[in-house]
């Protein structure tokens, strides 16, 4: 039997609790989740993609076949369609992520019609966190151990001279 694959994308500038969750969540739905670490020239990210590479790697042991880390560039549609992925995972927030989503994922459905986009809701847990805000309470000293994996809190304080 074929397995299923998925395509989780993002910056991942740094990768979130609420990243793992949707992951965890993704692999409740499909036999492998890759997440696709995006190189965005219309961002600056604070962490290189090297050290974001690490981040997400170091939450999912080499020996956990089911996650793939993988740094991409270009479309995500010609991505996932290329490595025979059945889906394209967004994480939603807020009712105002869901218009770019929407428009995103009707652009890739006409790009490429077999691979579809899956919305999965962030818990309620994280729902408020972004790696953006995130950063920016990092940055001035804040506690931010609840939100990351303790190895991101560590690279975190590191980055901004706060430990």
Not at 16 to 45: E, Y
Not at 134 to 163: C, S, Y
């Amino acid at each position: 039997m074929e397995k299923t694959i998925a395509v989780y994308p993002g910056t991942f500038d740094p990768i979130t609790n609420g990243h793992l969750d949707i992951v965890d969540r993704a692999l409740n739905l499909f036999d492998k989740v890759i997440i696709a670490l995006a190189v965005n020239p219309g961002k600056a990210p604070t962490f290189t993609l090297e050290e974001r590479k690490q981040m997400i790697e170091e939450c999912y042991p080499a020996k956990d076949s089911r996650v793939e880390v993988d740094p991409i560039s270009g479309l995500m549609v010609d991505y996932a369609h290329r490595r025979k992925a059945k889906a394209i995972v967004r994480g939603l927030r807020a009712v105002s992520d869901f218009d770019y989503e929407f428009q995103l994922a009707l652009m890739n459905r006409k790009l490429e019609r077999e691979v579809d986009t899956i919305f999965l809701m962030a818990g309620f847990r994280w729902i408020y966190i972004s790696s953006s805000i995130i950063k920016d309470a990092a940055r001035h000293g804040g506690n931010v151990h609840d939100l990351v994996p303790q190895h991101v809190e560590w690279m975190l304080k590191k980055k901004f001279n706060t430990i």
